[in-house]
């Protein structure tokens, strides 16, 4: 029950929010950011009460709903969403921070920045597929009207793209869970829409996998976003509010990923096998891709979006290492990528906020000028390179190990990646903070004052937490990365056999696929039964 209060807090500080006179914005700003400061620190109670030593769902919580059509209310927590979930609640407080200087219809601002985090945090409880549709789908209204009234320019181009994207890319999901649920109640008699009885109890043929894995990988697709799935994602960036990017970046896209490791994998584990190679090369390719097209950005909120196309690369090899080297790797570059990441947009909004320009060129010698700007915005973009040291390089390590256990061939080739990172980004750095200042408008810039200073000091503190202590991080999902690998194995329709000190494997079924090891070994033997 009190997983359920931290969910809907917000939206019942929403709906007082609305009984507040709209002329006292600084009332509304004020309790806005209470009610998220106050969710994010019933949240940290998850973490102290959660066992680490248990892969099952916690918190849990199930009332009948439609009873009729087996639908119940059923939340719960465990390692793979826990950190997610407080993250969550973390960026939303730190985005109505963020948004202090908002000043258009400020009540309609935050009702629609706590209305998302609910929306936001019911996708990661939601263990009923129903009650994860609806949240999935809600959480995408208030996003659309953040980025369509507080935007840009081209807002309302935006706001649509987002928004028809990511709905359109939902229905083909829709039918998929259509399609389970009349197709459990034929296996077992019974109508559920239950994640967890669906996954231990429905069995379906890997051509049936398939074909349902590609459904809900449209919708993840399009969120996380993969090549050639991303093209909605750099407008959104660029047209919506600083705190809209920070949410962007910090949450909503690590939904995608999360849906994977939520559904893909133990729903449909042979298909997975099956589908590896593709999903791999669409990884590694958006991982270039993106970097790339990074390097040429004008524009420092492009740039940074771009990146994240990148970065995200990486989480989706993370997941298909099929071990748990690279799923731990996985889920910490999620949130190494909500930190680092929702800390670059924000200081590009710092800087906006004083020059009314994003443009690369517009800037030059910025570090003589605003030092303490400077040191911040080195940090970070270190920390989004993967310095040793700071949170990036724990990650990616993590990713990269996994995945050459399973492909030598990808992981190569994610590697540039890291390499395109560090050309992109520290070129960017040298042309905003170094040079010399050639433009007068640059000299009346003023540093950070108090409020931005306590708004990046948790996201550093956080950047060098994770990068030399990440065991506080990565044991609230030992247990659960464990029990994920060990159920794709045993349903992948693959056979592990060990001779002579190498693992042997066949896999089962029509289609030819590609043998992965989930465990770390010195020899390969590839064995494709068609």
Not at 177 to 186: G, N, P, R
Not at 304 to 331: D, E, K, R, T
Not at 520 to 526: D, I, K
Request: proline letters at 3%.
């Amino acid at each position: 029950m009190f997983l359920t209060f931290v969910t809907f807090l917000p939206l019942i500080g929403a709906a007082l929010l609305a009984f507040v006179p709209d002329e006292k914005t600084e009332t509304i700003k004020q309790a806005a950011l209470g009610i998220a400061v106050a969710d994010f620190l019933l949240s940290l109670v998850f973490y102290q009460e959660f066992d680490m030593h248990s892969h099952k769902m916690q918190f849990e919580f199930m009332v009948p709903w439609i009873e009729a059509w087996g639908i119940n209310y059923h939340v719960g927590l465990d390692g793979i969403s826990l950190l997610l979930y407080i993250l969550t609640t973390f960026l939303t407080a730190v985005s109505i921070l963020a948004s202090w200087e908002v000043k258009k219809h400020t009540k309609y601002y935050m009702i629609s920045m706590l209305a998302l985090s609910t929306g936001m945090l019911g996708v990661f409880i939601a263990l009923d597929f129903f009650m994860f549709y609806v949240f999935w789908e809600f959480q995408l209204v208030p996003m659309y009207i953040i980025i369509g009234v507080w935007g840009g320019p081209r807002r309302l181009y935006a706001a649509v793209k987002f928004f028809i994207y990511t709905a359109v890319g939902s229905l083909l999901m829709l039918v998929g869970i259509i399609w389970m649920y009349l197709e459990l109640h034929q296996q077992t008699g019974t109508y559920s829409t239950d994640i967890l009885f669906m996954t231990d109890n429905l069995k379906m043929a890997l051509e049936v996998q398939i074909w349902l894995f590609l459904a809900f990988f449209l919708a993840f697709a399009i969120k996380v976003p993969m090549f050639p799935f991303h093209t909605w994602l750099p407008d959104a960036h660029v047209e919506a509010p600083t705190a809209g990017s920070i949410i962007l970046a910090g949450v909503l896209l690590k939904m995608g990923t999360y849906g994977f490791l939520r559904f893909n994998l133990p729903l449909f584990p042979a298909a997975s096998y099956s589908l590896f190679p593709y999903v791999c090369w669409l990884a590694v390719i958006g991982i270039v891709y993106g970097a790339l097209v990074a390097m040429v950005q004008e524009d420092l909120k492009k740039l940074v979006a771009y990146s994240s196309v990148s970065h995200l690369g990486f989480v989706m090899l993370g997941i298909f290492a099929f071990n748990h080297q690279g799923l731990s790797g996985a889920l910490l570059q999620n949130i190494n990528h909500g930190i680092s990441t929702s800390a670059l947009f924000l200081m590009v909004g710092m800087i906006y906020d004083r020059r009314h320009t994003r443009l690369i060129k517009e800037f030059g010698g910025l570090s003589k000028i605003i030092p303490v700007f400077a040191i911040y915005f080195m940090i970070v973009t270190l920390s989004s390179i993967g310095l040793p040291g700071m949170n990036g390089f724990i990650g990616e390590f993590l990713v990269l190990i996994g995945m050459f256990q399973t492909d030598v061939v990808f992981a190569m080739i994610g590697t540039s990646g890291v390499i395109f990172a560090a050309c992109y980004m520290l070129w960017m750095f040298q042309r905003v903070m170094f040079l010399e200042v050639t433009n007068p408008e640059n000299e009346k810039l003023e540093d950070m004052n108090l409020r931005e200073k306590i708004l990046m000091v948790p996201m550093v503190i956080l950047i060098f937490w994770i990068g030399l202590y990440p065991a506080p991080f990565t044991k609230t999902f030992d247990a659960s990365i464990e029990h994920l690998v060990s159920h794709v194995n045993k349903h992948s329709g693959i056979k592990h056999e060990e001779e002579g000190g190498a693992h042997h494997a066949a896999v089962k079924g029509k289609a030819t696929v590609a043998q992965l090891l989930t465990t770390g070994t010195s020899e390969t033997t590839v064995l494709v039964k068609e």
